[in-house]
């Protein structure tokens, strides 16, 4: 599918930054990709914008380069108040498949270390990718069934108002637990940088 010309500004931003943060960090695009287990050629096409980073390919950037994920995106204006309306927020897919589910990012920027994505997975979207992140993670459940597996704690079944927390840098994902949608919020509140 083809990007809207908005879309495709936005691929352009975020190419630019991550461009940007390689070329600060002085890595070539070669090591770069090598760090983030994507392919060169990839890589070049996400700096040209003509591809957009997948929830897990912006992850793996960032720990890369090391900066939080909200780095790669785009910075909001400069008003203390930034709203997110219904219709808003980046659609990132959880990995780079067609079947991917799709996470809304409500909050991902480089200025704050709070990162807010919302979730309406439906039955057969992919979900069940590995994740790790730097900091702490909070994973609501506002409605249907979804079993967090949580390396080392075994598979836990949270169902709708549930709260899960743990540390972000324990690989986990997701499984559906049923053929209902689920609609979840999670949170991730990535440590500051030490100055």
Known sequence: MEPTPAEAALNARIGAAIR?????????????????????????????GTSAPSMITTYRLAEALGVQPGALLPAPGTSPVHITRAAEGRLIPVAPRPDAALGRALLMRGDTPLEII???????????????????????????????????????????????????????????????????????AHPRPTP
């Open 118 to 188: 919302e979730y309406q997975v439906k039955p057969g979207e992919y979900l069940r990718e590995w994740f790790t992140s730097p900091g702490d993670l909070a994973l609501y459940v506002i409605t249907g069934t979804v079993d967090v597996e949580v390396e080392g704690t075994g598979t836990h079944r949270l169902h709708p108002r549930d709260l899960l927390t743990h540390d972000a840098s324990i690989r986990h994902r997701w499984t559906l637990a049923s053929d209902a949608p689920a609609h979840l919020l999670l949170t991730i």
């Open 20 to 48: 940007r943060l390689r070329e600060r960090s002085g890595l070539s695009m070669r090591e770069l990709a090598r760090r983030a287990s994507i392919s060169q050629p990839f890589l070049s096409q996400l700096e040209h």
